[in-house]
T-cell receptor, first 114, second 115 residues
Framework: EPEVTQTPSHQVTQMGQEVILRCVPISNHLYFYWYRQILGQKVEFLVSFYNNEISEKSEIFDDQFSVERPDGSNFTLKIRSTKLEDSAMYFCASSEGGGVYEQYFGPGTRLTVT | DQQVKQNSPSLSVQEGRISILNCDYTNSMFDYFLWYKKYPAEGPTFLISISSIKDKNEDGRFTVFLNKSAKHLSLHIVPSQPGDSAVYFC??????????????FGKGTKLSVIP
């Protein structure tokens, strides 16, 4: 069964460093998303991406964040200068379409900022 | 601002019995609802969804009921199995708002199925 994959599974970085989290969405999916879950809190939407551009972003997704689909398979989330409060599980998701299409999630990357 | 609420942080059920997980929402623009199951150290796994044009959707042991007037949905698992023990998230979206397909999640309910 096709699945969303994410690398690395765990990333430790120092405050102020740049990190890139990588995702390979399901191959025939057209919509891509990033969510995060801070320990003990809800899963929160960060950004959605369609047709090579951001279609929607949340208040969390400020100028420190960017997304890119550098080739036909990868989808990346970059945090330019990490802060302690960026420590969280980051989940990539993809869906076949928008609207009433379920989103399929990857296993997540645990980001720890020290 | 909790637009999607799961008021029970945990639920314990005997194996073979019915598990009922509840979810309430406040945003009347939500028209598509999903349930996800999550094991520790894994991502949410899609279980079942329902559009607001329906009031029930069934898939095997899982049934989701939607009461739009009450802004309430529930997930029924019958019969419950020990492998169902996980955290269950309710999520909602505004499917008709073009370009806005973000899911808004509840805090989750931890289900424990006791053998």
């Amino acid at each position: 069964e096709p699945e969303v994959t994410q690398t690395p599974s765990h990333q430790v970085t120092q405050m102020g460093q740049e990190v890139i989290l990588r995702c390979v969405p399901i191959s025939n999916h057209l919509y891509f998303y990033w969510y995060r879950q801070i320990l003990g809190q809800k899963v929160e939407f960060l950004v959605s991406f369609y047709n090579n551009e951001i279609s929607e972003k949340s208040e969390i997704f400020d100028d420190q964040f960017s997304v890119e689909r550098p080739d036909g398979s990868n989808f990346t989330l970059k945090i330019r200068s990490t802060k302690l409060e960026d420590s969280a599980m980051y989940f990539c998701a993809s869906s076949e379409g928008g609207g009433v299409y379920e989103q399929y999630f990857g296993p997540g990357t645990r980001l720890t900022v020290t | 601002d909790q637009q999607v609420k799961q008021n029970s942080p945990s639920l314990s059920v005997q194996e073979g019995r019915i598990s009922i997980l509840n979810c309430d929402y406040t945003n009347s623009m939500f028209d598509y609802f999903l349930w996800y199951k999550k094991y520790p150290a894994e991502g949410p796994t899609f279980l079942i969804s329902i559009s607001s044009i329906k009031d029930k959707n069934e898939d095997g042991r899982f049934t989701v009921f939607l009461n739009k007037s009450a802004k309430h949905l529930s997930l029924h698992i019958v019969p419950s199995q020990p492998g169902d023990s996980a955290v269950y998230f309710c999520a909602a979206s505004e499917s008709v708002r073009a370009g806005s397909y973000q899911l808004t999640f509840g805090k989750g309910t931890k289900l424990s199925v006791i053998p």
